[in-house]
């Protein structure tokens, strides 16, 4: 199903997954709005898919407050007459441990990644409920919000709380007929090149050699056009009964995240007190405590790098 006729805005789209996805979503035949801080950012965004023959115009605006909200929606629909899609995956990193962050480490990501996509959301919510011709939402994750990750305290809030909004929207909005879901990538960017385990697949990405297939396949780690093609899929009429999902991508892999369910349930007439706990929380809930953070498998002997002398 083509997106032919349909309007998307995406956020933090100048660069990186941002912009393939603006790239994707205009290649299968949406009217895409750019957005960046940066406006020479932003322009040659713009301009990389204006001359694959798609069309796009760009808003140059931080993401967060309510106007650029605004502006972003009130600009698909004065340059192309209405607002189908929406993506937002705006952010920035402040990584430090929790007693050296900072209020400002602490709000600056706050602002960006949570307070930004509820103004967004809000804003295009309103817009594609009135004009009652439903629309498609979504919403940016990560695996930090998922299970956590040392030195990002700020940001593994941010993308925990944008799940838990993403289910509350998909209860609110389906009326509507508004689907409204959740992409987990795993891919080169930015942040994964500083991290010397996937030396390897970045470097294989940045030279424009497929990655081993150890990082595609075992542990789903990929490219931005990897993520993209989900990214275009929700936002088609063909994935109108999927929302208020959390959909993770990579690689060659594709995953449905379970929703927070309780894995042990116990009953003690009377309630769990002090001394019930002290008694039975080890045998009756230990084995089911859960993992925090990623683990990953060794890397193959070919694609170890020698440590620094």
């Known amino acids: 199903m083509s997106l032919e006729g349909k309007v998307a805005v995406v956020t933090g789209s100048g660069r990186g997954l ?20 940066d406006a020479d950012t932003a322009a040659a965004a713009v301009a990389t898919i204006v001359d694959a023959g798609g069309r796009a115009v760009s808003v140059v605006a931080p993401v967060g407050p ?16 209405r607002l189908d899609i929406l993506v937002t995956n705006a952010g920035v990193l402040r990584d430090t441990v929790l007693w050296k962050m900072s209020d400002d ?24 409920r009135e004009a009652g011709e439903g629309g498609r939402i979504i919403c940016i994750g990560s695996p930090t919000g998922q299970r956590g990750n040392f030195g990002q305290t700020n940001y593994a809030a941010a993308k925990a709380g944008i799940v838990g909004m993403v289910r509350t929207w998909a209860l609110e909005l389906k009326r509507a007929g508004i689907t409204t879901n959740a992409v987990i990538p795993v891919a080169a960017t930015a942040m994964t090149a500083t991290v010397p385990y996937f030396a390897a697949a970045v470097e294989a990405d940045t030279a424009g050699r497929p990655m081993p297939d150890f990082f595609r396949h075992d542990l789903g780690f990929g490219t931005a056009d990897d993520v993209a093609g989900l990214i275009a899929y929700l936002g088609s009429d063909a994935a109108s009964d999927v929302t208020g999902q959390a959909l993770g991508v990579g690689g060659d892999r594709l995953q449905v995240w379970s929703h927070p369910e309780a894995v042990v349930t116990a009953y003690r007439t009377g309630g769990w007190t002090y001394d019930a706990l002290q008694e039975s929380f080890a045998s009756e809930f230990g084995s089911a405590l859960q993992t925090v953070g990623e683990s990953f498998p060794p890397l193959p002997e070919e694609l170890q790098r020698p440590a620094a002398s």
Do not use: C, K, P
């Not at 309510?66 to 929606?73: C, K, M, S």
């Not at 706050?110 to 309103?126: D, E, K, Q, S, W």
């Open 105 to 128: 480490d602490f709000d600056t990501v706050i602002n960006v990644h949570l307070r930004g996509t509820f103004t967004t959301v809000r804003a295009a919510a309103v817009h594609m």
């Open 66 to 81: 309510t106007a650029t909200a605004d502006l972003l929606v009130s600009t698909a629909v004065e340059a192309f007459g």
């Open 18 to 37: 941002g912009l393939a996805y603006a790239q994707e979503l205009a290649r299968q035949g949406a009217s895409v709005v750019v957005n960046d801080v």
